[in-house]
């Protein structure tokens, strides 16, 4: 005899137990914020002497942008044929929240590491969410 589905979920269920799915839908905040956020993708390649710990330089510098107003997430990925070669994807609450970011790096105070273990090759471009 299968077991009963769980009974403790409000969400319907899509197809047979046990192989069914939550149908759950991200509440209407979720998805406004999601909607308006703006992705942001930086290509680095870093310099063929960067220091051994340069990655973690990068995760410290990382760090900072997490703790940023409006930052969402970042994911950092790697080449597989160059593993200096990384990508770096960051989602912002919005346009502005990515710009007061950028703009904060520029000062004194935001100022990182970043081009000097690059050598300054780094590519940033930005994207929105369409409907497509």
């Known amino acids: 005899m299968r077991p009963a589905p769980p009974s ?7 197809g047979p137990w046990p192989h069914q799915v939550l149908a759950i839908k991200p509440s209407n ?3 406004y914020r999601r909607a308006m956020a703006i992705t942001s993708v930086l290509d680095i390649q870093l310099r063929p002497d960067a220091p051994a710990d340069a990655e973690t330089r990068i995760s410290a510098i990382l760090s900072q942008t997490r703790a940023r107003p409006g930052f969402l997430s970042a994911d950092v990925v ?3 044929d160059d593993p200096r070669h990384l990508v770096v994807i960051e ?3 919005s346009l502005e929240a990515d710009e007061a970011y950028r703009a904060w790096r520029a000062t ?3 100022e990182s590491e970043l081009r000097e273990l690059t050598e300054g090759q780094i590519a940033l471009t930005r994207y929105e969410p369409t409907t497509l």
Request: with cysteine.
């Open 91 to 93: 989602v912002w609450e």
């Open 29 to 31: 905040e979720a998805r």
């Open 8 to 14: 403790s979920c409000d969400a319907p269920l899509l």
């Open 78 to 80: 790697r080449d597989l």
């Open 108 to 110: 004194p105070e935001g």
